[in-house]
T-cell receptor, first 114, second 114 residues
Framework: NAGVTQTPKFQVLKTGQSMTLQCAQD?????MYWYRQDPGMGLRLIYY???????DKGEVPNGYNVSRLNKREFSLRLESAAPSQTSVYFC?????????????FGPGTRLTVT | QQQVKQSPQSLIVQKGGISIINCAYE??????FPWYQQFPGKGPALLIA?????SEKKEGRFTISFNKSAKQFSLHIMDSQPGDSATYFC?????????????FGAGTRLTVKP
């Protein structure tokens, strides 16, 4: 099992460019998440998907859109990148199951917007 | 607002020593408190977690202490090893919920010197 995979690992964008970050999980989890990690800020939730076909905003959704393509895949799109979106982006997944949801994280995408 | 405050930002410990990281939370509805360990270039991974029905949980060299009245919890790493050098994040959320309310501390960079 690969767990949670993310592509690309690194990306440099110019201000105003767009891109999509891809995430896939092979653990048959219902819930998936996108976080950003900034120095001194910990992880902040951008968007999440409780199950296939549903998405909801997290703490910091402005400037992002998401698509839950199927149960395995959850993508994050930056329509017009800004320098403030320079960050490390993590995708995670979890299973409701008994209620205590361990979140499994991918290796991250390091994005720089110039 | 930062709902989970973590200290210290960085910590240097000698091999064999005890590492202690502290967190405080604000939301009294939170009842699930995980700690994540993150190595450079990797995603966070669950290390240990506690529910407020117990005041302490131990797994090997790692112990969580929980003080519900003070709304504080801490991670103790006994006999710290160089391989423990990583960034540690505390988090808090409601347990029986779909985890979109998980809030992370800012992280502690631990260095264990040989």
């Amino acid at each position: 099992n690969a767990g949670v995979t993310q592509t690309p690992k690194f990306q440099v964008l110019k201000t105003g460019q767009s891109m999509t970050l891809q995430c896939a999980q092979d653990m048959n989890h219902n819930s998936m998440y996108w976080y950003r990690q900034d120095p001194g800020m910990g992880l902040r939730l951008i968007y999440y998907s409780a199950s296939e076909g549903t998405t909801d905003k997290g703490e910091v959704p402005n400037g992002y859109n998401v698509s839950r393509l199927n149960k395995r895949e959850f993508s994050l799109r930056l329509e017009s990148a800004a320098p403030s979106q320079t960050s490390v982006y993590f995708c995670a997944s979890s299973e409701m199951g008994l209620g205590l949801n361990e979140q499994y994280f991918g290796p991250g995408t390091r994005l720089t917007v110039t | 607002q930062q709902q989970v405050k973590q200290s210290p930002q960085s910590l240097i410990v000698q091999k064999g020593g005890i590492s202690i990281i502290n967190c405080a939370y604000e939301n009294t509805a939170f009842d699930y408190f995980p700690w994540y360990q993150q190595f450079p270039g990797k995603g966070p991974a669950l290390l240990i977690a506690i529910r407020p029905d117990v005041s302490e949980k131990k797994e090997g060299r790692f112990t969580i202490s929980f003080n519900k009245s003070a709304k504080q919890f801490s991670l103790h790493i006994m006999d710290s090893q160089p391989g423990d050098s990583a960034t540690y994040f505390c988090a808090a959320s409601r347990a029986y919920y779909n985890n979109n309310d998980m809030r992370f501390g800012a992280g502690t960079r631990l260095t264990v010197k040989p």
